[in-house]
C-alpha cells in the first residue's frame, strides 16, 4: 500500500509550482495541516468540558514531552526508511486515533484519560512526522526548485492557520468535539492517497552509505568550494568497507548529528536559528497578550496584531513560491534577521493597535523571509539522505527548546514590564543575524539557481 514510486534522478527543469508531482504532495502537506488545526480546537473544546482548565492545560502541553525527547530518533527513521512511507504512515496513525476518539465521545462520555491518551500519541507521532516532511521535499523536486518548494509550503502553513480555526470552530458547533475530531481524521486522511500517488527520487548508493556513518569529502561535507552544485553537500569519497555494513539507530544519528556539526554552513545556520526563535517565541505569544492586556487593546486588538503578523508572513512566503529563489541568501537570512528584532523591541512602544498592526506586519514579513530562507538553505545545502535528521535537529530547537522562551518571558514581564523584556528578546533574535553575518560560509551561502 506504501510502495515507493521512484522516478530517475534527472533533474526537470518544470518549476515546482507547475509540476504535478510536486502539487500532489503540497494538496496532502495542506490537507494534513488544515487537520491538524481542526485537531487542537477539537482537543481544547473537549478537555475544558471533560475537565478543569488546569487539567484542560495539562492534557494540550503533554503530547510535547514525546515530541521533544523522540524527535532525534524520528530523524533517524525518516531518514532509514525513506521519508514519504514515514508521512503516509503518520498520518494514517493519527487518523486513525482521531477518528477512534471521535467514535468514543460520541458513544460515551469518557473523561479526560482518552484526550490524554491522544496527545500522546499525536505528540509521539510528530517526532516522526516532522522530519520526514522536512525530508520529503528533496525527494520530489530538484534541488533548483526546493526554495520555490519551502515558499509553498510556508503558503499552505498559512492558508492552514487561517482556515483551520473556524472550520475546528464550526465543526464543535454542529456537533460538539466528536463532530470536530470526526471531521479532523478525514481531513488527514486526504492526505494519505495523495501521497501514495507522489513519485519520489530514489537516493544514489553512495549518498545511502555516507549518510550510515560514511565519511564526506573534506571539502564538500564542510560545504566549502570543493562542494559539487548539482549533488548537494555530500562528499564523494567512498565509503570505508565497514560503512558498507548495516548500522544502527544509535550509530545513524550519531553519523547526522557528525554531518551538521562539521559542515561550515549548516553548523551556523543551527545557531542562527535556535538564537531567532528563543528572540521571538516569547514576544509574539505570550509577551503580545500581556502587551495587549496592559494598553487596553483587548481580545480583538491582539486578534488584529496577530494577523498583521500572519499577512507579513504570508507575503514572504508568497515572495518566495514566485521567484523562486533569492540572491545573496545568507545575506538575506542575517539582514532580516537583525531588522526583524529591532521591529521586535519597538513592538512594545506602539501606543496604539494601528500602529502595532503596521509593526506586527513588517515582523511577519522579515521574520517570514528570515525563516523561509533558513529552510530554503537547510532544504539546498544538507544531503538528501540526511535531511530528516538536520530537520530534526532544527524542530528540535524550535519546538522543543525555544517555547521555553514563553513562561520566562511571561515571569520576566511581571518583574520588568513588557518594554525591557521586548528588547531584551529582539537582542538575543539579532544575534541570530549577527551570526548569519560574521560566519563567512553562511554569509556567503547562496541557493541554487
Known sequence: MTGTLIVPGTVTHRPAHRDPNVLRWLGAYTA?????????????????????????????????????LLMLGGGVVAD???????????????????????????????????????????????????????????????????ARVQGMRGIGIRFASIVGAPLGGLGVAIGGAAAAFAFAGLLIAVSVPLLISVRIRELPADDKACARGGTAGAGEAAGGPGASPGAGVVGTA????????????????????????GHRVLAPLMLAIALGDLGFVGPLNVGLTLLADERGWGASGMGWVLSGFGTGAGAAALLLAVRGRLPHAGHVVGWACLAGSVAIGALAFVPNVLGAVGVALLIGLLAGLSGAMCGALLQTRAD??????????????????????????????????????????????????????????????????
Open 80 to 146: 532509514r526508511f525513506g521519508p514519504r512511507r514515514v508521512v503516509i504512515g503518520s498520518d494514517m496513525v493519527r487518523c486513525a486515533a482521531v477518528l477512534a476518539v471521535a467514535a468514543l465521545l460520541f458513544l460515551t462520555s469518557p473523561g479526560l484519560w482518552p484526550l490524554a491518551l491522544l496527545a500522546v500519541v499525536f505528540g509521539t507521532v510528530d517526532a516522526v512526522f516532522m522530519p520526514a516532511v522536512g525530508a520529503l521535499p528533496a525527494r520530489v523536486t530538484s534541488r533548483d526548485q526546493l
Open 32 to 68: 494534513s495541516m488544515v487537520g491538524d488545526s481542526v485537531y487542537y480546537i477539537a482537543l481544547s473544546w473537549a478537555a475544558v468540558q471533560q475537565g478543569s482548565p488546569a487539567q484542560a492545560g495539562v492534557v494540550m502541553a503533554v503530547s510535547a514531552v514525546p515530541r521533544a
Open 238 to 261: 567512498a565509503p570505508d568497507k565497514a560503512d558498507t555494513h548495516p548500522t544502527t539507530p544509535l550509530g545513524d544519528l550519531r553519523a547526522g548529528l557528525r554531518y551538521i556539526r
Open 384 to 449: 538528501p539522505a540526511y535531511l530528516g535528521r538536520v530537520t530534526a535537529v532544527s524542530s528540535l530547537v524550535s519546538l522543543g527548546f525555544a517555547p521555553l522562551s514563553m513562561p520566562l518571558s511571561a515571569a520576566a514581564i511581571g518583574a520588568w514590564g513588557t518594554g525591557p523584556v521586548f528588547v531584551g528578546s529582539a537582542v538575543v533574535c539579532g544575534l541570530g543575524g549577527v551570526v548569519a553575518l560574521c560566519v563567512r560560509d553562511l554569509r556567503r551561502a547562496e541557493l541554487p539557481g
